[in-house]
Nanobody, 126 residues
Framework: QEQLVESGGGLVQAGASLRLSCETS????????MGWFRQAPGKEREFVAS????????DYADSVKGRFTISRDNARNTVYLQMSSLKPEDTAVYYC???????????????????WGKGTQVTVFS
């Protein structure tokens, strides 16, 4: 059974850093483009970052560019999101996503993505 399990969320002060992890099982991880999305209360789920199967194509939302870094370890079937200089507006549930057949998830419809994790909460206070 395909599973994407996020971890690493928490409650932090503005300016702090967090590292999210998404460990997968049941999929051939190395052929999937992996991504991170987030959803704040009352808002739509939005793209944060994605990385293609071997890391050739990396995309970020403008709001996180320069502060967040996505990476993957195909040997560990895991994708990471290093978040630095966190702001209160980064507060959201962060979801891991997996899809294949495209190098970026930035402009792909949310309902077209094959696999989702259940999310991890990130709360940033000022």
């Amino acid at each position: 059974q395909e599973q994407l399990v996020e971890s690493g969320g928490g409650l932090v002060q503005a300016g702090a850093s967090l590292r999210l992890s998404c460990e997968t099982s049941g999929i051939t991880f190395s052929i999937y483009t992996m991504g991170w999305f987030r959803q704040a209360p009352g808002k739509e789920r939005e793209f944060v970052a994605s990385i293609s199967s071997y890391g050739v194509t990396i995309d970020y939302a403008d709001s996180v560019k320069g502060r967040f870094t996505i990476s993957r370890d195909n040997a560990r079937n895991t994708v990471y999101l290093q978040m630095s200089s966190l702001k209160p507006e980064d507060t959201a549930v962060y979801y891991c996503a997996a899809d294949r057949g495209r190098s970026s998830l930035k402009n792909w419809p949310r309902n077209g993505i094959t696999y989702w994790g259940k999310g991890t909460q990130v709360t940033v206070f000022s």
